[in-house]
Each structure stands twice: as C-alpha cells, then as structure tokens.
C-alpha cells in the first residue's frame, strides 16, 4: 500500500515525497508514479522558461531606464516665441538678448483683438500685434545661435541674411539707420533649454 504524504511546490520545483508499504507495487502505482514524474519535469521546463523570461525583461527595462537618463531634460520641442528685441549685448563671455513677448494673431483672432482694442477690424493686411504685458526677460542666446534677417524694418523675405549674434549686436548699436533697424524689426526667438538657440526677422507686409 502506498500513502501519499506529500506534495510540495517551490522555486526550484516539485517534490514529491512517496513512502511505499513493504508490499510489493502494483502496476496502479507504478503509473502514477510515472504521472508524476511526467508532471515534475513539465513544471520544471515552464519553470526555467520563465526565469529566462524574467532575465529578458529586466534586461530590457534597464536598456530603456538607461535611455531615458541620457536624454537631455531639455530635448523636449523648442519654443517659438514672438518678441520685440530691447537690447543686445554681452556679459561674462556670453549674449543676452532683452526680450519682449508679443503675441502675432491673424485671422479671426487678430479681428477680435483689435475689435476688442479698438482698432481697426479685421486690421490691415490681416494681422495684429498684442502687446498688453510689457514684462522683460533678458535670455541667453546659446552658441552658435544664427540670426535671420530679412533687409529692412519691415522685413524683405526675397532679401534674407544669415548673422552670428556679434553681427547681430553690432547692426543694433550702430549709429547708421542702414543698419539700426534691426532694433525695431519683431523677431521670433526659437528657445531651447532656456537659450535662444535661433532669432529670425518677422515679415510684415
């Protein structure tokens, strides 16, 4: 006579215990002996498959922890952002620029701002200027930064010019109006990071 005395699950598997009476096996028992032996390998294999599984993931997942940690904080979509440009000029190695945001409305929403203004709606050329926060910020202007401008205060996009930010401050500070304007043109400042890493001349026909 056999008694099952017991039957334990852990990590490493099944194990079954069996004490056999002193009589002799019968061919019932022997079955299910076999069946259990079947069913501890089985358990087993699956066992080891997900351990392998387990590995993989953990692979993975410090893979894409790794990949978040190295990118940059600021890597996220640059800021476009209309301005006015009240000074240039440098300071402990690096430009500045003192800004003051504007807000550039066409179409519906530049004829509601001058209704609202009481300026003339919809306003010419269908565009208008919101300057009601006269708030300035003085930016960083990152290395390398280019300046587009465009030939004139008004702008003349069939006469586009690439300047460096020194150019740039020099065009502003001048004393010759051929060159001046510049201080009076609206601008969008491309900011990354919290540097202006591009400035490029508004057309305004």
Do not use: C
Not at 198 to 204: G, N
């Amino acid at each position: 006579m056999i008694a099952l005395l017991a039957a334990l699950l852990t990590g490493a598997g099944v194990f079954v215990w069996v004490n056999a009476s002193s009589g002799a096996r019968n061919t019932a028992n022997d079955a299910l002996l076999t069946e259990l032996r079947q069913q501890l390998q089985s358990m087993q294999s699956q066992l080891t498959r997900t351990k392998a599984e387990l590995e993989a993931l953990k692979k993975t997942g410090a893979g894409a922890a790794a990949g978040a940690a190295a990118k940059p904080a600021d890597a996220a979509s640059a800021d476009k952002q209309y301005s006015l440009i009240k000074k240039v000029y440098a300071k402990s190695g690096t430009w500045y620029v003192t800004a003051d945001y504007l807000q550039f409305l066409t179409g519906k929403a530049a004829a509601d701002a001058a209704t609202a203004h009481g300026d003339e709606s919809p306003p010419p050329n269908d565009y208008y200027i919101l300057n009601d926060n006269r708030q300035l910020r003085e930016l960083p202007v990152a290395v390398g930064a280019n300046v587009k401008i465009m030939g004139g205060t008004g702008g003349d996009p069939g006469h586009p010019r690439n300047q460096t930010i020194s150019e740039f401050h020099d065009s502003y500070v001048s004393s010759n109006s051929d060159r001046n304007w510049v201080k009076d043109g609206v601008y969008i400042l491309t900011i990354e990071g919290g540097k202006v890493t591009a400035i490029e001349q508004q057309f305004l026909p």
